[in-house]
C-alpha cells in the first residue's frame, strides 16, 4: 500500500477519535505530572515544521475503548516544534494503554488530509486491510506505577 493510503487511513481515523468527550480531560504539556505515579512520556519523533498543534490522546487498551469516538481518557494540546518533542500523559491508573498522536499543521482545529500528521504508539502499520484502525492489541503498552517512555513515529502525506 501507498503511503499516502496508510496516512490518509490513519488521519481519517484519528479524526474520528478526536470527537468530544465528556469524560477525558483536556490538559496542557506539563511534563511535572510524570515523574511520579501512573504516566506516560510520549517521545514524538518526525513532526514536520514548528507550526500547529500536536493532539495526544490515552486509551485504555481494550476493543471497546481503543479509538473509539468519545472513549479517550486524557488529551494533552501542545505547540508543535519541529523534530521532536516530549508529551506528558497522566494516567489514572496502572494497566494497559494505546496512544494516538495528530499533528494539525495549520492549527484549524481540522483534519487537512494533505498536510497533516499521525501516529499511534508502538508504531503499527496501517494498511487498507484494517482501515487505518490496528488493533488495540498492536497499540498497547503496559504502564505501571512509575512514568513510562514511549517513542512515536509521525507519518505523513
Not at 480531560?25 to 505515579?37: A, E
Not at 495526544?56 to 476493543?63: G, L
Not at 501516529?119 to 503498552?141: H, Q, V
Request: proline share 4%; aromatic share 6%; net charge positive.
Amino acid at each position: 500500500m501507498s503511503k499516502f493510503v496508510s496516512t490518509f487511513l490513519c488521519l481519517a481515523l484519528l479524526t474520528v477519535a478526536g470527537a468530544a468527550n465528556a469524560e477525558g480531560q483536556v490538559l496542557s504539556n506539563d511534563l511535572s505530572k510524570c515523574r511520579s505515579g501512573p504516566s506516560t512520556l510520549v517521545q514524538i519523533n518526525g513532526l514536520k515544521g514548528g507550526t500547529g498543534k500536536v493532539r495526544v490522546q490515552s486509551y485504555r487498551a481494550t476493543a471497546a475503548d481503543w479509538l473509539a469516538k468519545g472513549r479517550w481518557i486524557t488529551r494533552i494540546e501542545a505547540p508543535v516544534r519541529a523534530g521532536s518533542m516530549t508529551v506528558c500523559v497522566p494516567l489514572p491508573e496502572a494497566g494497559s494503554y494505546g496512544i494516538a498522536v495528530r499533528h494539525d499543521v495549520n492549527g484549524n482545529g481540522k483534519t487537512d488530509l494533505t498536510s497533516d500528521g499521525g501516529g499511534m504508539s508502538n508504531n503499527p502499520s496501517i494498511n487498507i486491510f484494517n482501515l487505518g484502525k490496528p488493533s488495540y492489541k498492536k497499540t498497547a503498552f503496559a504502564v505501571g506505577n512509575a512514568p513510562r517512555t514511549i517513542t512515536i513515529t509521525m507519518k505523513y502525506m
